[in-house]
C-alpha cells in the first residue's frame, strides 16, 4: 500500500525545497521550512509554536551549558537570564557582556545587574534589558 502523505512530503520536499531559515519565494513572499508561505499562508499552529520554541531554548540552554559551564551553578532565576539573552542575541554576542559574566559567576548582583542595563543594551531591546537586570537584582522572575 502507498503511503501517500509520505509520497507528496517527497514530491514537495523535492519541489518547494527545505529550508532551515526564512527565505523569499520565488513570488516575493517570505517561506520556511517545506514552502510554508509565512504572509499569507495559514498561520502556525499552537503546537508548531511550541516545537519550535522547545527547539530553540534546549538550543540556548545546551549553548550556554557549554561555553559557561559555571552557569549551572546560578539559581534558575538568574540562569534563567542568561538563557533570555541567549536566546535573543545568541551566545556569541552574549558572551561579549564580559563584565556581567564575571559578576553573575562571583554572585556580585549589583555589578551584574548593572552590567546587564548597559545603555547600548537597553537601546536594541528597551524594558527588557531593565526586566533582565531587575532579575539579577533581586533573584525573582520579571
Known sequence: MIDHKAASRKQLERD????????KCTSGYWTIAIG???????KLSETAIEVIFDTD???????IAQRIPWAKFLDPVRHGVLVNMSFN???DRLLKFK?????LRSNDWETAARECADPHYVEQVGDR???LAK??????WQ
Open 16 to 23: 518547494e525545497g527545505k529550508r532551515y531559515r526564512g527565505y
Open 99 to 103: 563584565n556581567m559574566l564575571a559578576a
Open 89 to 91: 542575541m545568541g551566545i
Open 135 to 140: 532579575q539579577i537584582l533581586i533573584g525573582e
Open 129 to 131: 534589558a531593565h526586566r
Open 57 to 63: 531554548w534546549k538550543i540556548a540552554c545546551d549553548e
Open 36 to 42: 510554508h508561505n509565512i504572509q499569507t499562508g495559514p
